[in-house]
């Protein structure tokens, strides 16, 4: 009850956001309120119990997210082209779509209802199969890690794509300084920085430990391989911002981001191929060890650690891509 | 003992609740945008502290607890420096606090 | 007990939506965004305890740290901008 009445209220928030969106003008300030926007969503989502997805939706929405308009903004205008020409065909149509998917709410049934369709059938298989066969507390992870395996191989390949679309496109396979370096360390500027530098430089370590404790505890809480990616990358993120982009290139080359977004994809696909080696499918972990659950739970780590070495090259990748070509200019 | 517990804690979580609810009501109304930075920054940190607190007095000698610790530290060492990083980045780039010794309406530009 | 303190986070974080929204500098956004950050940690913790589930704490520590890269990030970015178009007025009305 409460939560509800909780999530009711981030909701309207939410949707003033979303007004604030669409009305600004500048893509600053929509940006910076998207940031907002991914914030309020996660929140909704942890109060209805979706805590895996809460977490992913953090670090990568309100987080990389962010980081990633603004840096493509930091390359481009930042005022919205002025339309000119009405679209009332446009908004036909989209209040049209909305009335039609609004009527199709009425039909659902009660949220969180027993006998709801989604309950039903592979859910209730889930939740006791993992107890017999992986006997790990997060069923998300077991889900996510076994018995939809083959799916999360996909995402997997998703990331990759999308890391190789983004350097292609921005081709940026080495940073060109211009002849003026970057006025960091002229008087004024490094008096006022100070503070964040140092700080930041003390929280960093702590930050990685804690994207790989979100890693490896993804079997017991919420958690996995997606999110601790995101936290790792948003800390060599912070160190970039603080340090400047050619510090943060030599301690983690491109040529090393993408032999780890690749090799992440390579270490999942390879496990699967070992479980085929040993007589089963692929990515059936059954047959590694003598014990199952043993087999299922080595099996899941050693794909949430490609999983999450994808991501981090993929997502440092990106935010290379677009800052180094900042520095062209 | 439970019940001084649970009393310390509720008040812990009353003054915390208080402090933040002060710090928006000061966003909202204060005139200036230094101003707005002061009610912030101050209320923040000092509400997060007491609302830990109180929280960590629930939870007794658990995981719960650390975890509750790690985020108080976090919050204590980043709150203050985002705020500093704030100000500054807004004073370098020319908004000027108001300096006729009232409370200005609005910053002005340099 | 925890009623209370959920109450008054979720009046803040509407009063900081209202400066975001409404803000006439660039940097009063910020000011919101930040606030509206902690505010979630907070939230976060305090509901955690109140639905009975202590470990989504993770969650709240990963937010605290998301919200403090986002800020540094986007005054890093703020610092560029202005560095590129410095013919432009700084602190301009947005």
């Avoid at chain 1, 003008?25 to 989502?45: D, W």
């Avoid at chain 1, 940073?175 to 008096?191: C, H, I, M, N, S």
């Avoid at chain 1, 390579?266 to 479980?275: H, P, R």
């Amino acid at each position: 009850m409460i939560e509800t009445l909780f999530s009711v209220f981030i909701l309207t928030l939410l949707v003033v956001t979303a007004v604030a969106i669409v009305q600004t003008r500048s893509l600053f300030v929509a940006a910076m309120l998207a940031g907002i926007f991914s914030l309020m969503i996660a929140t909704v989502f942890f109060l209805l119990d979706a805590a895996d997805v809460a977490l992913t939706e953090a670090a990568v929405g309100a987080g990389i997210s962010t980081v990633l308009f603004l840096a493509a903004l930091a390359l481009t205008t930042d005022e919205e082209r002025v339309k000119t020409q009405r679209r009332s065909l446009a908004l036909v149509v989209v209040a049209a779509a909305t009335a039609v998917l609004i009527y199709a709410t009425f039909d659902k049934p009660e949220f969180g209802a027993a006998d709801a369709p989604a309950q039903q059938h592979v859910a209730s298989w889930y939740i006791a199969q993992t107890a017999a066969d992986i006997q790990i507390p997060n069923i998300v992870t077991a889900v996510l890690g076994a018995y939809r395996a083959y799916d999360t191989l996909g995402e997997v390949m998703v990331v990759l794509t999308a890391a190789i679309g983004v350097a292609f496109v921005l081709s940026a396979r080495r940073v060109q300084l211009p002849a003026e370096e970057e006025p960091k360390l002229d008087g004024t500027g490094l008096r006022h920085f100070l503070i964040p530098r140092v700080v930041g430089r003390l929280v960093i370590p702590f930050i990685l430990v804690f994207g790989l404790y979100v890693q490896f505890h993804g079997e017991y809480g919420p958690g996995g391989a997606f999110q601790a990616g995101a936290i790792i990358a948003a800390a060599f993120i912070l160190f970039a911002l603080l340090e400047g982009e050619e510090r943060a290139i030599a301690a983690l080359p491109l040529r090393a981001l993408l032999f780890m977004g690749a090799g992440g994809a390579v270490l999942f696909g390879a496990t699967g191929v070992v479980g085929m080696v040993l007589g089963g499918n692929f990515l059936e972990y059954a047959n590694f060890f003598a014990d199952r659950a043993t087999s299922h739970q080595i099996g899941i780590l050693v794909i949430e650690a490609g999983v999450g070495l994808t991501v981090t090259g993929a997502l440092l990748a990106i935010f290379h891509a677009f800052a180094a070509r900042g520095r062209r200019e | 003992m439970q019940l001084i517990v649970d009393g310390v804690s509720w008040v812990l979580l009353t003054a915390g609740g208080a402090f933040v609810l002060i710090g928006g009501i000061g966003v909202v109304r204060m005139p200036s945008f230094y101003t707005r930075m002061h009610a912030m920054s101050l209320t923040d940190t000092m509400g997060a502290v007491l609302v830990l607190f109180g929280i960590m007095l629930q939870a007794g000698f658990t995981l719960a607890a650390l975890k509750l610790v790690a985020i108080l530290l976090f919050l204590l060492f980043t709150g203050p420096t985002a705020a500093n990083a704030l100000a500054s980045s807004a004073l370098l780039s020319g908004l000027r606090p108001g300096t006729d010794g009232k409370i200005a309406a609005t910053d002005k530009p340099a | 007990m925890y009623y209370a303190v959920s109450l008054a986070i979720l009046a803040t974080m509407a009063l900081a939506l209202a400066r975001a929204v409404r803000g006439p500098t660039l940097y009063d956004r910020v000011l919101a965004v930040n606030m509206l950050g902690t505010k979630t940690v907070l939230l976060l913790a305090v509901s955690a305890f109140l639905l009975g589930r202590p470990d989504f704490l993770d969650l709240a520590l990963a937010y605290a740290l998301i919200n403090f890269i986002g800020v540094l990030a986007v005054l890093e970015f703020f610092r560029n901008r202005q560095r590129k178009l410095s013919a432009k007025q700084p602190g301009e009305q947005q």
